[in-house]
């Protein structure tokens, strides 16, 4: 199954690719990679993180003191569970911290909302996940030795049992957890997230309706419940229930706003129930918003329910406060660098030989180190006939669904020059589609590669009837119809999405493919792209795990991908989705590489989508910052935000930044 960071790097080695027998025996092979990666590190055993229990005494941050003697909150021991999250100080390189100090982000996103649950984002860059906990966790499993990768690491789900058949799942919620404003978290709050937001297709829950195996919920007592799958299931299926699809919401708070509950709300105005001019949102994560100065800054402030501790006892997180400034993300790695911020996932390769060269100095408040290839771009073309707007639009979705056309337009990609466009040196490989090099299902054998080839490009749209009737320079569709000009939405505030799509559109009028580039701001594009609305999108989705963002990349459940929502699945769609049904049913490491080579098949022979180029990243994160530990990797399991596992991290009194808001919290 996972492999470690160890043969990891064995396989991103310079390697030449392998044939498999009986597979692509013809294909085009994927060229040599290097790899950039310099992440050492120990791994550890799964309990080694944390675990759960009661302590003898709890101890809280100082500033809450004065709030509890004010009877304001309640004392530390009745906010916390019966049996909190324990962090072991043997997994800490740093050891337990120190209480107090600021935590500074920057982040090119903004607060679309908080309902979460019905698929709103909150900023990304961490933030999302400053708010959200989930019933599993995935981030920290970047650390785990090979043999305990037996699945996601408990969180707000303490531990699960499956009955004989493997049909149902038993959850049992951690007890006495509490919301911010002081409510019981209970199973109320998981049946409300599922039925009332996944499986209510009417909500853009980030999990899509019945792609959690079509499971039925019941409800046990408060504390525990049960899915009931239509077939047999495994751990890996849990995968599903950690960051950004399985966090239940405060079910007390958005119920009277959902019209199943209320008979005067309506889906639009469900969603928008939590708007992000209004602080606090109610949460379970470590801190809670409660300024939100449009595009400049979110400030938020320790959530005195939070429920996890140090073995010492101390309530987590150490950090009062934590800033959000709403800026750009190239300007994220420009502030790490300068140590204005604490953190950045450097991933604009614009910026990295110069980040590099800062970060060597040893007065550089940050190091980089370079993980393996996980970050990749892909022109998605929509495959979903029923939502074509008009005819013109309908005839170039059954032309996208031709997968001569698909593969034309990967083979009229120079691949090699939009790597040199993002970054001159060894920082890009080609990306075809299916899983980035970094994971650790990639298998290079298996992945057909479409090398740069304008004559192979043309001889597969000639074949498909779709030359230029009107020798304007632009093929028109089959049949003499309209010119093909491909309307394709980016991202206009991220350099390496608009580099990568102006090379596109010169790589595909070559031969005779117009792309009508659209720019937009990141959170109209983020719900375009998860709601399907859109002709042709180009953007980053790493693929690293088929359990992660399901609906971004597989044919899950009926509306899943978003790129083909319609359910009109193409022959090798069908066989897709049985491949990745299969893997989330298994836990046997043989069978899921073996399914996981399939699907690198499948998608890369048919060109699923286009892939571009993909690149490694390189974590910063600010030195005074304490326990964020060596090696971490900006994107495993998770991005490293949830990895370096925030809630303890910490900073010495001395090196602490002010406070904007000390000795508060948020008030309800
Ligand atoms: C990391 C991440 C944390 C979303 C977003 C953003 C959205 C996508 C993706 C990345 C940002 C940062 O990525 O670029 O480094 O901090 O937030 O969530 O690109 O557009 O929809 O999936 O996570
Ligand atoms: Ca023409």
């Given at each position: 199954?996972?492999?470690?960071?160890?043969?990891m790097k064995r396989a991103?080695?310079?390697?030449?690719a392998i044939?498999?027998?009986?597979?692509?025996?013809?294909?085009?092979?994927m060229?040599p990679?290097?790899?950039l990666?310099?992440?050492?590190?120990?791994?550890?055993?799964?309990?080694d993180?944390y675990?759960?229990?009661?302590?003898d005494s709890?101890?809280?941050?100082?500033?809450?003191?004065?709030l509890?003697?004010?009877?304001a909150?309640?004392?530390v021991?009745?906010r916390?569970?019966?049996?909190?999250?324990i962090?072991k100080s043997?997994?800490?390189?740093?050891g337990i911290?120190?209480?107090?100090?600021v935590?500074r982000?920057v982040?090119g996103?903004?607060?679309?909302?908080w309902?979460?649950m019905?698929?709103?984002h909150?900023?990304w860059?961490?933030i999302n996940?400053a708010?959200?906990?989930?019933l599993?966790r995935q981030?920290?499993?970047?650390?785990v030795?090979?043999e305990?990768q037996?699945?996601?690491?408990?969180?707000?789900?303490?531990s699960?049992?499956?009955?004989?058949d493997?049909t149902?799942l038993t959850v049992n919620?951690m007890?006495?957890?509490?919301?911010?404003d002081?409510?019981d978290?209970d199973v109320?709050?998981v049946?409300?997230w599922?039925?009332d937001n996944?499986q209510?297709?009417?909500?853009a829950?980030?999990?899509?309706?019945?792609s959690?195996?079509?499971?039925n919920?019941e409800?046990?007592?408060?504390y525990?419940?049960?899915?009931?799958?239509?077939?047999?299931?495994?751990?890996t299926?849990?995968?599903?229930?950690?960051?950004i699809?399985?966090?239940p919401?405060?079910?007390?708070?958005?119920?009277?706003?959902?019209?199943?509950?209320?008979?005067?709300?309506?889906?639009?105005?469900?969603?928008q129930a939590?708007p992000n001019d209004v602080v606090?949102?109610?949460?379970l994560g470590a801190w809670?918003p409660?300024?939100?100065r449009p595009?400049?800054l979110?400030?938020?402030?320790r959530?005195?329910?939070y429920?996890?501790?140090d073995?010492?006892?101390?309530?987590?997180?150490?950090f009062?406060?934590?800033?959000?400034?709403?800026s750009?993300w190239g300007?994220r790695?420009?502030q790490a660098v300068a140590?204005?911020?604490?953190f950045s996932n450097?991933?604009?390769p614009g910026?990295?030989?110069?980040?590099?060269?800062?970060?060597?100095?040893e007065n550089?408040?940050?190091?980089a180190?370079?993980?393996?290839?996980v970050?990749?771009w892909?022109?998605m073309l929509?495959?979903?006939?029923?939502?074509?707007?008009d005819?013109?639009d309908?005839?170039m979705?059954?032309?996208f669904r031709?997968?001569d056309f698909?593969?034309?337009l990967?083979?009229?990609l120079d691949r090699?020059a939009?790597?040199?466009?993002?970054?001159?040196?060894?920082?890009?490989?080609?990306?075809?589609a299916?899983?980035?090099?970094?994971s650790p299902?990639?298998d290079a054998?298996?992945?057909d590669?479409?090398?740069?080839?304008?004559?192979?490009?043309n001889a597969l749209l000639?074949?498909?009837?779709?030359t230029?009737?009107?020798?304007?320079g632009?093929?028109?569709?089959?049949?003499?119809?309209?010119?093909?000009?491909?309307t394709v939405l980016h991202?206009?505030g991220a350099?390496a999405?608009?580099?990568?799509a102006?090379?596109v559109a010169?790589q595909?009028?070559?031969?005779?493919?117009r792309?009508?580039?659209?720019?937009l701001?990141?959170?109209?594009?983020?719900t375009?792209?998860t709601?399907?609305?859109?002709?042709?999108?180009?953007a980053?989705?790493?693929?690293i795990?088929?359990?992660?963002?399901?609906?971004e990349t597989?044919?899950?459940g009926a509306n899943?991908p978003f790129f083909n929502?319609g359910g009109?699945?193409?022959?090798?769609e069908?066989?897709?989705?049985?491949?990745?049904?299969?893997?989330v049913a298994s836990?046997?490491a043989?069978e899921?590489?073996?399914l996981?080579?399939q699907?690198?098949r499948?998608m890369?022979?048919?060109a699923y989508y286009?892939?571009t180029?993909?690149?490694?990243?390189a974590?910063?994160?600010?030195?005074?910052?304490r326990?964020?530990?060596?090696?971490t990797?900006?994107?495993m399991?998770?991005?490293?935000?949830d990895?370096?596992?925030?809630?303890?991290?910490?900073t010495p009194?001395?090196?602490?930044e002010e406070?904007?808001?000390p000795g508060t919290?948020a008030?309800?």
């Amino acid at each position: 199954m996972v492999r470690s960071m160890k043969t990891m790097k064995r396989a991103l080695a310079v390697s030449t690719a392998i044939v498999a027998s009986g597979t692509l025996a013809t294909a085009d092979q994927m060229p040599p990679e290097t790899s950039l990666s310099g992440l050492e590190y120990e791994l550890i055993g799964r309990g080694d993180i944390y675990s759960y229990g009661s302590l003898d005494s709890y101890n809280q941050a100082p500033m809450l003191d004065a709030l509890v003697e004010s009877g304001a909150l309640p004392p530390v021991n009745e906010r916390l569970p019966a049996e909190p999250i324990i962090f072991k100080s043997g997994a800490m390189v740093d050891g337990i911290g120190e209480y107090g100090g600021v935590f500074r982000h920057v982040i090119g996103g903004r607060p679309e909302g908080w309902n979460w649950m019905a698929g709103q984002h909150q900023g990304w860059g961490g933030i999302n996940m400053a708010m959200q906990e989930c019933l599993v966790r995935q981030g920290p499993r970047w650390q785990v030795k090979a043999e305990e990768q037996t699945g996601p690491l408990p969180n707000l789900a303490q531990s699960w049992t499956w009955n004989v058949d493997s049909t149902e799942l038993t959850v049992n919620l951690m007890q006495g957890v509490k919301w911010s404003d002081g409510d019981d978290f209970d199973v109320e709050d998981v049946r409300f997230w599922y039925e009332d937001n996944v499986q209510d297709e009417n909500v853009a829950s980030r999990m899509a309706k019945d792609s959690f195996g079509a499971a039925n919920f019941e409800v046990i007592d408060d504390y525990t419940f049960k899915f009931v799958f239509q077939s047999p299931q495994a751990e890996t299926i849990v995968e599903n229930l950690a960051y950004i699809q399985g966090c239940p919401g405060p079910s007390h708070i958005l119920k009277d706003a959902h019209p199943t509950y209320n008979s005067d709300a309506t889906y639009d105005s469900y969603t928008q129930a939590l708007p992000n001019d209004v602080v606090p949102p109610v949460v379970l994560g470590a801190w809670v918003p409660v300024v939100h100065r449009p595009d400049e800054l979110v400030i938020m402030r320790r959530n005195p329910y939070y429920f996890k501790v140090d073995e010492a006892g101390n309530q987590l997180p150490y950090f009062n406060e934590m800033h959000f400034r709403l800026s750009t993300w190239g300007d994220r790695t420009a502030q790490a660098v300068a140590g204005t911020g604490d953190f950045s996932n450097m991933e604009d390769p614009g910026n990295y030989v110069e980040a590099l060269k800062q970060s060597q100095d040893e007065n550089s408040p940050v190091r980089a180190n370079f993980g393996p290839r996980v970050l990749s771009w892909r022109l998605m073309l929509n495959l979903d006939p029923a939502s074509a707007e008009d005819d013109t639009d309908r005839a170039m979705r059954d032309l996208f669904r031709e997968t001569d056309f698909r593969l034309a337009l990967s083979h009229a990609l120079d691949r090699d020059a939009i790597g040199q466009a993002l970054a001159r040196g060894p920082f890009a490989y080609p990306y075809v589609a299916g899983f980035s090099t970094g994971s650790p299902y990639y298998d290079a054998g298996s992945s057909d590669f479409q090398p740069f080839d304008q004559d192979r490009a043309n001889a597969l749209l000639d074949g498909l009837g779709a030359t230029d009737t009107d020798g304007d320079g632009v093929r028109n569709l089959p049949g003499g119809g309209e010119n093909i000009v491909i309307t394709v939405l980016h991202d206009g505030g991220a350099n390496a999405d608009r580099k990568q799509a102006e090379a596109v559109a010169s790589q595909l009028e070559e031969v005779g493919i117009r792309m009508n580039l659209r720019s937009l701001d990141q959170t109209t594009m983020d719900t375009n792209r998860t709601s399907g609305q859109y002709q042709a999108l180009f953007a980053r989705l790493p693929v690293i795990l088929p359990t992660r963002e399901v609906c971004e990349t597989f044919p899950a459940g009926a509306n899943c991908p978003f790129f083909n929502r319609g359910g009109n699945r193409l022959p090798f769609e069908a066989e897709l989705a049985s491949a990745y049904d299969a893997f989330v049913a298994s836990s046997d490491a043989a069978e899921q590489a073996e399914l996981a080579k399939q699907m690198q098949r499948l998608m890369t022979e048919n060109a699923y989508y286009i892939g571009t180029v993909q690149i490694p990243a390189a974590l910063l994160v600010n030195k005074r910052i304490r326990n964020a530990h060596p090696g971490t990797p900006v994107f495993m399991y998770e991005w490293a935000e949830d990895s370096v596992i925030r809630e303890r991290l910490w900073t010495p009194a001395a090196e602490q930044e002010e406070e904007v808001l000390p000795g508060t919290v948020a008030e309800y």
